[in-house]
């Protein structure tokens, strides 16, 4: 499980991200797999975009 307050996770805040990506770099896996990322297929999310302040 990954907390707010967990330095692996405050890297993605602010993002929108796929799941199955995030999981795959944290390492956290589903019994033993790691889920398929579905981008190629659904499009990735919107990059961040320079007129918002983060």
């Not at 707010?4 to 929108?16: I, L, M």
Request: no cysteine; hydrophobic share 30%.
């Amino acid at each position: 499980m990954i907390g707010a307050t967990d330095q692996r996770a405050q890297h993605y805040g602010g993002e929108v991200i796929v799941g199955a990506e995030l999981g795959e770099a944290l390492g956290i896996t589903d019994e033993g797999r790691t889920p398929p990322s579905h981008r190629s297929l659904l499009g990735g999310p919107p990059p961040r975009s320079e007129a918002v302040v983060y």
